[in-house]
Each structure stands twice: as C-alpha cells, then as structure tokens.
C-alpha cells in the first residue's frame, strides 16, 4: 500500500521550532523526490519546499528561505523539514508530497502566542 503518514505538527509560539517527518512506505522512496506544501485556511496549497531523489540541490519558497531545511534519510524513507523562526503566518496543514500524485493526510501547525 502506497503512504505518506506526516508526524511532528503541533502549537508554538513565535520564534519556535518543530520538526516534521514524513514516513513513506509501498513504493522505492530513494528514486522519488519528495516535496512539501502546506495550505492556510480559505487559501491555496503552496509548496515550501523540495528535494531530489539524489544530489543536494533544495528548493524553497521565498517565505521560508533561511528558515527551513528540507533533508531525507533514504534508509529510514523518511523526509524531513526542520522548521526554525517560526512566524504566526506559518500556521497551516503541512503536507508531504511524492512526485506522481503521492500525498499524506497532513499535519497541523500553528504559531501563536
């Protein structure tokens, strides 16, 4: 069975981190890039941020940039995204995206003090 299962969303404040992890399963995870977006209440999904299958070269939304890193554990089929600094305007669902039309349920973050 093919799954993205997203973990690690949950309430910080302003300035906080979290850490969300993205657990793959039913398809070969290392030939795939792996993305993430998430989606604010009454807007559209936007993506945060990608990474390949192979090589280092990330990509960010510029709202991000500086403040998130992308990474992946090909042995564990896991992708990440280390969120630091985060701001009130980073409060959404953060979905984890395979390439193909592979999604997660989602996770909830919300920045508030």
């Known amino acids: 069975q093919v799954q993205l299962v997203e973990s690690g969303g949950g309430w910080v404040q302003p300035g906080g981190s979290l850490r969300l992890s993205c657990k793959a399963s039913g398809f070969t995870f290392s030939t795939y890039a792996m993305s993430w977006y998430r989606q604010a209440p009454g807007k559209e999904r936007e993506l945060v941020a990608r990474i390949p299958s192979v090589g280092q070269i990330t990509n960010y939304a510029a709202s991000v940039k500086g403040r998130f890193t992308i990474s992946r554990d090909n042995a564990e089929n896991t992708v990440y995204l280390q969120m630091n600094s985060l701001k009130p305007e980073d409060t959404a669902a953060y979905y984890c995206?395979?390439?193909?039309?592979?999604w997660g349920q989602g996770t909830q973050v919300t920045v508030s003090s």
């Open positions: 995206y395979a390439r193909g039309g592979i």
